[in-house]
């Protein structure tokens, strides 16, 4: 996805969220938004060739390696929408309440834990399953990105699943 699609979804007079530009930084950062629009839901949000690759997770991601969440991949998002919280008016595209939820540092790793760069994070991504180390204020410890190749609803469905680690966790995380 590029930033031309989140370009065309919002108006920029009427929105305080940033406008879509290509970042040359190469952090990796991550950001979890809580955003209470017409269904509250997540976006989870990490910082991958200079624009955030963004998922929209409906229960939000979880500690508990038992759960399976789904994240339907959107559009990508500009880096500066990294530190972005607010309202987005009523009749713009995605209208209403964003807070900051987690926001921290994740690392691309391998199959054997290894850590990956970034173009071949971008890679693992294209190919349908990433895995990475989060560290943030809520979010720890591995995670992955899996792509749901066969599900009929939509070519964007993935699921977000927690790796077994010492900050997993068995209860009901919600």
């Known amino acids: 996805m590029s930033l031309t699609t989140y370009n065309k979804k919002r108006d920029f007079k009427q929105t305080s969220e940033p406008a879509g530009e290509r970042s040359a930084e190469k952090a990796s950062r991550f950001v979890i938004q809580r955003h209470h629009a017409s269904h509250l839901h997540y976006d989870f949000r990490l910082e991958l060739g200079g624009v955030l690759k963004s998922w929209a997770v409906p229960k939000g991601p979880s500690l508990n390696p038992k759960d399976r969440r789904l994240a339907m991949m959107v559009e990508d998002h500009p880096v500066s929408y990294i530190d972005f919280k607010g309202t987005i008016p009523e009749g713009n595209y995605g209208a209403g309440k964003v807070i900051i939820w987690d926001q921290g540092n994740f690392l691309p790793v391998d ?18 399953e990433i895995k990475f180390y989060m560290n943030g204020k ?37």
Request: charged share 35%.
């Open 138 to 174: 809520k979010l720890k410890g591995e995670f992955v990105l899996v792509h749901l190749k066969n599900d009929a609803r939509s070519s964007n469905s993935w699921l977000l699943i927690k790796h077994r680690d010492e900050y997993a966790v068995d209860k009901l995380y919600n």
């Open 111 to 128: 199959k054997d834990h290894q850590p990956i760069s970034e173009k071949q994070a971008l890679a693992a991504i294209k190919k349908g």
